[in-house]
């Protein structure tokens, strides 16, 4: 059966894409502990990120970065940070999260639900500023 995030990147169910590749996608969590809070999926389902093969980590790591540049961009951080728990779906997933206040904004426990106009909202600031930054993944 297709993971969740399977479902999202097939377009079976919604989701706010900002980058699409043929490894990964990027789209906004629709639970953000933050504004702009972005999950990498790499397209192939594979549960735990220590499975990754390591050109795909290594893709993931740097699509998190360029999509962290944006982050930094838009939303003038203290920092951006990466997480990897993969306790929700079990597809692996980065967490790209500007840190707004401090380490307490990487608490997943901590989120919100945003709504569809929410998340397209912030994903037009992002594919903006991913696409002046030249960036070739940007979805539309």
Known sequence: MATLFTRIIEGEIPGT??????????????NPVQPGHMLVVPVAEIDHWISLEPELACHLTAVAQ???RAQQHVYSPLKVG?????????????????????????HLDRATTASPDQLEAEATKLRGALAD????????
């Not at 997480?83 to 307490?104: D, K, N, Q, T, Y």
């Open 17 to 30: 894409f900002v980058w699409r590749d043929p490894e990964c996608v990027g789209f906004l969590s629709i």
């Open 66 to 68: 360029t999509i962290a």
């Open 133 to 140: 930054a030249g960036a070739d993944g940007v979805s539309s």
């Open 82 to 106: 990466l997480l990897i728990a993969g306790l929700e779906v079990p597809h692996v997933h980065l967490h790209v999260i500007p840190i707004m206040h401090g380490e307490a904004d990487l």
